[in-house]
Every structure is written in structure tokens, then in C-alpha cells.
């Protein structure tokens, strides 16, 4: 079934659709061969026309591991113009992994360029847990709208559903609330007043005109957004998140989480809302996305699910097992030392996948021990801890001034950024607006997380679970957001190493990734197997290219320390 004939740069293949009039034609490939994109001629280009397709007549063909499927018609081009060809479009191209496609019109115009990205992290949540077919508690009562998909499960009556969630954040700044991202609306022009918003737009256009070396994350927002609103809704909150100021942190924070954001990518959303409806996810710049996916019980939930798949189809699990030391010799890692309630176990193993922080990889390695200067730059990589306070009250002194419809008509903030330097509180998490199932009584209570970057063992981190409670419910009550004796219950969580940060020994990760990359049978995944502050669909999709290279037996690690690294990328769900 392979290479029959070569014609120029194409490969004729036996037919993938033996019904159809052409062959079919291979492109290109990823670099491991598994992936092709191509194309097949499906109709003449004269009975195309007569059955109305406007001359199309070649079908876009997708080979994973010899198996075709056709790829999705486009309905706008790579500028996000309608697609001129009808039902016509070859894939010419593929990255080197996979992710993304690039296809044209037979003619090769650019008028006739797209582009098709990879679902397939999307398309796991919905194995795991199909996404609702009928409205969720909240929906129902207030009817608001969602996008339900047929034979879908019920909330109301199934657990094992993923939401459609509406995604509404915003900033508190000085006393009032600003969309996040910015917007140039009427409300933000009203909160910041006259003066200062003439000032933001000559800040903004002379960025445009004399752009900054984005040597460092705050060079990249001043890029982006212009001095002065970097320095309203960026520069504090920066400098609370990561507990160093912009100027010492590296761009590569910027490129990975906040993409093509921009006044410009702003600006051109505002006004294709206004003027030419909405867009579809994939046009959208990741934090313009307005929807999201939620399990009914939040993410702990998909885990907990997939764990049970796990288990079901073989894996074992051990629970409560404290990696140690990782056992290394002659280019491969033999064994991991636990600390476990049993006492200590080594267990040994053909093939490991960490998703360990680096810094306590390298640190547990013996055997073959890294070198002085692995271990500096890893004993060196920094990191932010995380503390949340988490509180049930009976209300919320904000006022939803918006015009979206929530119950007991609760502000519908998701997350609102604090960029008041007056206090430590970075982020509130409203859980009712994730999933009205968190909540045991939505319709009169609201459950809050407030949010705080610290340090393992700074004063912060130390402090009794009374006496932080005491501080978060103070700062609160300082913004006008609760009063103390609305607060009905209260918990706290603490999460070590929950941000991996870009200063320090970051500038030498490449030296490491070298390092660890020599032991053959060690794969790195997620966000702290690889010191990169992904989200969740990027870490989950490190692990599925591990286990891609796994089965494969492919001990190049390439594809999965590169998921995420494209500049062009973007978050679309």
C-alpha cells in the first residue's frame, strides 16, 4: 500500500477512497513518519461545477499510520476570510508533529491558504465525560443559552458531564472593575477617566512606533499594550504573581500563556463582534476566549474518571508513594527509592515518565549523578508556591452591573485579577460561575477562592490556617467585596512549587533539557516535569506525546519538550 509511483514531489498511494475519480497524493509527513497529509480528486472539475460546488473537486486527506480520514472543509481562509474555492482544498503540509496542517487551493493563491489545528486533547475530555446535551441548574433557571450538543447527557440528572461555561473575568483597580482582557469600551473610558485614557492611547501608539528588545516580560507588555496601561493592569499583579518585578523575568513567560494578546488583537475582536458577529474559537487569541469546558465537580473530577480507566484496563496505583531518590546507570533510569507508609520500597521499571518538579528530579538522582553544573542550574530553577482560602458566604457586596443574568444575580466573574498593590490577595475564584454542582445551595450562598503567590517557608506560607483565614477575610472586607459576618464556613489549601518561573538558572534550561534527555527510558511531562507554565490542555498533551513516543519505542524526546513553543499557537477551548 505504500509508494507505488513517483510523480514530482507527490507520492502516489493506492486510492484512499477507491470510489472517488483520483489518486490520492501524499504531501508531506511528520518527522516520525506517522502522520501524512495529502489529497484525492473526488469529482471533475466540470461535474463539480454542474452539482453546484463552484469548482471544487479535491478533498483534503489525513493518514494516521496508513489509516485516511478526510479533514473538515474550511469555510474561511488563514485570514479569516470566507473560503472562495467551494468544496476544494488540498493538505500540503504538516508540522513536524502533527498539531497543525497547512492546506490550499489547487491554484496554490494566497487567497486560497488555511490551516487546521489539532483537537485531539479536547476530543479526550469528551470520552472521558461527554459534554451536556440539556441545560445545566443555572441555565435552566435564568435560560440562558449554551451551545448543547445532541444525545448529550443531562446535568440534572448525570455526573459524569463536562459544562459550557461562559468565561467572565475581570480586574479590580483602583476601587473599579476593568474587562480582562483590557477593552476600549465605554465603561473602561468612564473608570479611567479622560486624561488617563489619552495618555494610555499616545503610550500605545508609541509603542507601536518604537518597539522595546523583549528581553524581558515587561518590554513584552509595553509592546503590547503601551507604558501606561502596562503599568495600571500588568506591572502590580506581575510583580505579586511571580515576586519579581517584570524587568527580571524572561519573555518566554509572555510568549507562552499570553500569545498574540494586544490592544491591536483587542481592538480587532471589539470591533468584529460589533460589525461582524462572532467568531469561532480557533479566531479567537487565548485569552479573548469567551466559552470554556468544565466537569460538573471541576477538574478533579476528568482525574478521577481517567484514573478509573486506568485501572480498569490493567494500570496500578499507588497511592501515597513519596519518590525519593531515582536510581540511574549507564544512560538509564532502573529504579525509583519511595518513602511510603510501608517503610521505604525501591521499585524498578523499564520506562519512567516524570512528572516530577526538575529540581527535585536532579536532586533525587544516585547512581550515575549528574554533574556539578546540572545540578546548580536545577537546584536553582525557581518556583512559586500557592496558598488559597476558600470561603462560603451568604453574599458578596459587588454589584453585577453587567447585563448577564446570574442567580441571586451574584457578579459572573469566573476570576477577578486584583491589581490593588494595598494588598497581598492576588485572585478571587468565584466557584458558582464554574459549576453551580460545587455549590450545595447556589441560589443564596457563593463560595469564593481567594488566591496568594508566596514562597515555601516565607511568613505568608507560616502563617496558622486561623490566622490566614483572618488576614484574607480583612483584605476582603478593606475592597468592599464581603462583610465579615457574611462568612459562613472557611478552608485553606496550601500547593508547593505551583508556578514554575522564568529568571534565575531558566536562562540555562536547554543545558538540562540536553542532560536529561541522555537518559534514553526518561520522558518529562506536564507542567513541572518540564518547568514550563503551560495550562492544563498543554500538559496533558506533553503526556500524550510521551506515550506516543512510548509505544512507538522512539526515544527522541523532541515533540514532547516542544509542545507549546510555537509562537502562532493558540489556546482555543
Not at 487567497?111 to 441548574?137: A, T
Request: hydrophobic content about 35%; some cysteine; proline content about 4%.
Amino acid at each position: 500500500n505504500l509508494v507505488s509511483t513517483l510523480s514530482g514531489d507527490n507520492y502516489l498511494l493506492e486510492k484512499a477512497y477507491p470510489d472517488w475519480i483520483g489518486e490520492s497524493n501524499v504531501e508531506a509527513t511528520t518527522a516520525d513518519g506517522t502522520v501524512w497529509v495529502g489529497y484525492q480528486q473526488w469529482m471533475n472539475g466540470d461535474d463539480a461545477m454542474e452539482a453546484g460546488y463552484d469548482g471544487g473537486h479535491y478533498m483534503p486527506i489525513k493518514w494516521t499510520n496508513g489509516e485516511p480520514e478526510i479533514l473538515p472543509l474550511p469555510e474561511k481562509n488563514y485570514r479569516n476570510e470566507p473560503w472562495p474555492y467551494g468544496r476544494s482544498v488540498m493538505a500540503r503540509g504538516v508540522s513536524y508533529d502533527g498539531s497543525v496542517i497547512y492546506g490550499s487551493a489547487w491554484d496554490n493563491t494566497n487567497q486560497g491558504m488555511v490551516y487546521w489545528k489539532d483537537g485531539e486533547v479536547m476530543n479526550w475530555w469528551s470520552e472521558l465525560m461527554p459534554v451536556q446535551g440539556k441545560p445545566s441548574f443555572d441555565d435552566k433557571i435564568l435560560g440562558r443559552e449554551k451551545p448543547l450538543v445532541e444525545n448529550g447527557p443531562d446535568p440534572e440528572k448525570d455526573d459524569k458531564v463536562i459544562l459550557v461555561r461562559d468565561r467572565v473575568s475581570r480586574i479590580y483597580y483602583n476601587k473599579h472593575f476593568f474587562d480582562y482582557p483590557v477593552t476600549m469600551s465605554a465603561a473602561t473610558i468612564k473608570n479611567m477617566g479622560f486624561l488617563t485614557t489619552m495618555k494610555a492611547g499616545f503610550s500605545y501608539l508609541k509603542s507601536v512606533m518604537f518597539k522595546k528588545p523583549e528581553d524581558s516580560l515587561e518590554n513584552f507588555y509595553i509592546n503590547r499594550f503601551g507604558k501606561v496601561l502596562y503599568s495600571m493592569f500588568f506591572e502590580g499583579y506581575t510583580e505579586k504573581l511571580w515576586g519579581r518585578h517584570p524587568s527580571e523575568i524572561s519573555a518566554d513567560w509572555g510568549s507562552q500563556r499570553v500569545k498574540g494578546l494586544s490592544i491591536r488583537a483587542v481592538l480587532k475582536d471589539m470591533f468584529s463582534k460589533a460589525f461582524g458577529g462572532k467568531k469561532s474559537s480557533k479566531e479567537v487569541e487565548t485569552s479573548l476566549i469567551e466559552q470554556f469546558w468544565y466537569p460538573k465537580y471541576g477538574p478533579g473530577q476528568l482525574w478521577e474518571i481517567a484514573t478509573d480507566r486506568a485501572i480498569e484496563r490493567g494500570a496500578k496505583l499507588l497511592k501515597n508513594h513519596s519518590v525519593k531518590n531515582i536510581v540511574c546507570k549507564d544512560g538509564k533510569i532502573t529504579a525509583v527509592v519511595c518513602n511510603t507508609p510501608e517503610g521505604e520500597k525501591t521499585i524498578e521499571g523499564d520506562i519512567f515518565v516524570s512528572s516530577m518538579p526538575v529540581k527535585d528530579l536532579v536532586a533525587g538522582m544516585t547512581g550515575d549523578e549528574p554533574s556539578k553544573e546540572i545540578k546548580y542550574i536545577a537546584e536553582n530553577l525557581p518556583y512559586r508556591d500557592f496558598v488559597t482560602v476558600g470561603l462560603l458566604v451568604n453574599k458578596l457586596n459587588l454589584k453585577n452591573e453587567t447585563k448577564m443574568k446570574t442567580l441571586n444575580n451574584i457578579v459572573p466573574d469566573c476570576w477577578i485579577y486584583v491589581q490593588e498593590t494595598s494588598v497581598k490577595l492576588g485572585r478571587i475564584q468565584i466557584f458558582n460561575n464554574w459549576s453551580p454542582y460545587m455549590v450545595e445551595d447556589p441560589e443564596n450562598t457563593v463560595w469564593i477562592g481567594l488566591e496568594y503567590f508566596c514562597a515555601e517557608g516565607d511568613d505568608f506560607w507560616n502563617l496558622s490556617d486561623e490566622e490566614c483565614i483572618k488576614l484574607a477575610t480583612k483584605e476582603l472586607e478593606s475592597m468592599g467585596v464581603i462583610s465579615s459576618s457574611e462568612v459562613l464556613d472557611s478552608h485553606r489549601e496550601k500547593i508547593k512549587k505551583a508556578y514554575p518561573a522564568y529568571f534565575d538558572t531558566y536562562a540555562q534550561m536547554d543545558e538540562l533539557i540536553k542532560y536529561l534527555d541522555t537518559y534514553t527510558n526518561l520522558y518529562c511531562v506536564g507542567r513541572n516535569g518540564q518547568h514550563r507554565y503551560n495550562n492544563m490542555d498543554h500538559s496533558m498533551l506533553t503526556a500524550i506525546r510521551a506515550a506516543e513516543a512510548i509505544k512507538a519505542g522512539n526515544t527522541d524526546k523532541h515533540n514532547i519538550w516542544n509542545v507549546n513553543t510555537e509562537k502562532e499557537y493558540h489556546e482555543t477551548k
